[in-house]
Structures are given as C-alpha cells and as structure tokens.
C-alpha cells in the first residue's frame, strides 16, 4: 500500500468529519410533534372521561334517591290500602247489619198497617 497523498489525505479527513457529524433528520423532530399531539388528545380524553364519570355519578345517586323515595312511598300506598280495606269490609258489615234493620222495620210496618187497615175495616162495635 502507498502512502496517500495530501489531497488524498484531506478527502479522507473530510468524509470522516461527514460521516462523524450527526445527521440531521426530521422524523425525530416530526415524531416528537405526533407524540406531542397524541399526548394532548388523550389527555383531553381523559379529562372528559373523568367529567362524565363524575357526571354519571351524581346522577346515579339522585336516582338512588328518588327510587328509596318511590320504594317509601309504596310502603305508605300499601299501608293505606290495608286500612281501606279493612274499612270496606267495616262497612260492608255495617251495611248488611242496617239492611237486616230496614227490613225488620219494613215487616214491622207492613204488619201496623195491615193491622190499622182491618181495624178500619172492621165495623165498630155498638154500643147498646
């Protein structure tokens, strides 16, 4: 091998310093934008996520509310409908006592009448 010449030596030296030199490449710069971005939307996503879980949350619970409200109130429905019924039945025996008077009242009338009706016809008795 021969020794390499001046110009030959000043090539080499500048494709070494090439060749050490980083390289300047953009797909980092453009990645470190993509990631950058991706980071912002799923940070926002999350943000909402977590806004509509709260949101949910304080629905489900005044749901909860209501529906130990309407349970209460059932329990009230249901009470007041024994009571009801226990007062239907009340007066449906009062009822048929006051019927059974009416028509003892009736027979016993019938049977004054009938008695004043022969009375009337019955002839009244002379007096000698």
Do not use: C
């Amino acid at each position: 091998m021969a020794n390499p010449t001046v110009d030959e030596q000043m090539e080499l030296e500048e494709f070494i310093e090439e060749e050490e030199e980083p390289r300047s490449r953009p797909w980092g710069a453009i990645l470190s934008v993509v990631l950058a971005f991706l980071v912002l939307v799923v940070g926002y996503q999350w943000h909402q996520a977590s806004a509509r879980e709260q949101d949910l949350r304080l629905e489900l619970q005044t749901l909860r509310q209501e529906a130990e409200t309407l349970r209460l109130q059932a329990v009230e429905v249901q009470q007041q409908l024994e009571v009801f019924k226990r007062q239907v039945a009340t007066l449906g025996q009062e009822k048929a006592g006051l019927e059974k008077r009416l028509v003892a009242a009736e027979e016993r009338a019938s049977k004054a009448l009938a008695a004043a009706a022969t009375q009337r016809k019955a002839p009244p008795a002379r007096r000698r």
